[in-house]
Nanobody
Framework: QVQLVESGGGLVQAGGSLRLSCAASGHTFNFSRWGWFRQAPGKEREFVGT??????LYADSVKGRFTISRDNAKNTVTLQMNSLKPEDTAVYYC???????????????WGQGTQVTVSS
């Protein structure tokens, strides 16, 4: 029942930065896990990172370049993307779950996605 809306996507040159935001509305319960995923054309959905009560995990492909953070007051999760590469081009999705074992967010909520395009 949590609704998510991503924003901040756009076109950026390689080496540049973008910050994606995921605004959540609705009850997120005591336990909340947020996730970022991405999907490029013709490819499967790829894990980017998760935020779980301050514990953050990143995919190897983005570690050191991307940063996930949460603004409790705004109930917003952000994905700061630095040193962007053309291979980062994808639709980025935000996800949320209130279930401990819902690691793939199948029982959770997903946003509509926001396009990120990185030019060479």
């Amino acid at each position: 029942q949590v609704q998510l809306v991503e924003s901040g996507g756009g076109l950026v040159q390689a080496g540049g930065s973008l910050r994606l935001s995921c605004a959540a509305s609705g009850h997120t319960f005591n336990f909340s896990r947020w996730g970022w995923f991405r999907q490029a054309p013709g490819k499967e959905r790829e894990f980017v990172g998760t935020w779980n009560s301050g514990y953050i995990l990143y995919a190897d492909s983005v570690k050191g370049r991307f940063t996930i953070s949460r603004d409790n007051a705004k109930n917003t999760v952000t994905l700061q993307m630095n040193s962007l590469k053309p291979e980062d081009t994808a639709v980025y999705y935000c996800a949320h779950t209130s279930l401990l074992n819902d690691y793939d967010f199948k029982a959770g909520s997903w946003g509509q996605g926001t396009q990120v395009t990185v030019s060479s």
